[in-house]
């Protein structure tokens, strides 16, 4: 695969071009992330690109440790007064490399499952890097619920790749196309309908 962050790089471009042609009510509509908007999720694209090391660590304190509070403001402090100022404070953090303490191929996590947090709710299609899919499903099987990973739900269910050479954790079955399959792990309950397999009855229960 190309470096990691040509492709972040590659994917912000992207969700810039679809995100230029939404309209004000697109923009509030729910996204596929829990009790978020688009809006929200674009202001937590640019709060992430933007985040050092040393700024997540300091930010988790200030949160009291509590990660679901740490991401809260950090959407509140990117998301701008419209759509449009959101917008532009993606756009000039497109380019960053900088991130918080984790794997680099989390970045990958954030932008594909975050861009398709906002295009499945509004019908946007869009092609990614199958790579970039397949390393960023690896990431999420081997990392615990606790650092926003699946390694537990992967613990009780095998999930094959129908379009790329990967298959991950152990137990009944779960087949599908990569891209779901990242999406199911993450919890998003709308790719179950693009799975079968004997394993699926226990990773919708699980999720």
């Known amino acids: 695969m190309e470096d990691v962050w040509t492709v972040v790089h590659a994917e912000r471009a992207a969700i810039i071009n679809d995100l230029e042609r939404l309209d004000a009510g697109q923009w509030e509509e729910p996204s596929l992330c829990a009790e978020w908007t688009v809006h929200d999720v674009v202001a937590h694209l640019a709060d992430t690109a933007r985040t050092t090391r040393l700024g997540f660590l300091l930010g988790l304190v200030r949160a009291g440790f509590d990660f679901d509070r740490q991401n809260a403001r950090g959407v509140e402090r ?95 079955e779960v087949r599908g196309p990569a891209l779901s399959l990242l999406l199911a792990v993450c919890r998003r309950r709308v790719a179950l309908d693009d799975l079968d397999g004997p394993g699926v009855t226990g990773l919708s229960s699980a999720i």
Request: charged content about 30%; aromatic content about 2%.
């Open 78 to 172: 990117e998301r701008g007064a419209t759509p449009r100022e959101t917008l532009e404070r993606l756009r000039r953090v497109a380019s960053r490399r900088s991130t918080p303490p984790a794997p680099l191929d989390s970045r990958l996590v954030e932008e594909i499952v975050h861009g398709e947090d906002i295009r499945r709710p509004l019908g946007l299609a869009h092609s990614y890097p199958q790579e970039a899919v397949v390393r960023a499903l690896r990431l999420q099987a081997r990392t615990p619920a606790s650092f926003g990973g699946a390694k537990e739900l992967v613990a009780h269910a095998r999930l094959t790749a129908a379009d790329a050479d990967v298959s991950v954790g152990e137990g009944p």
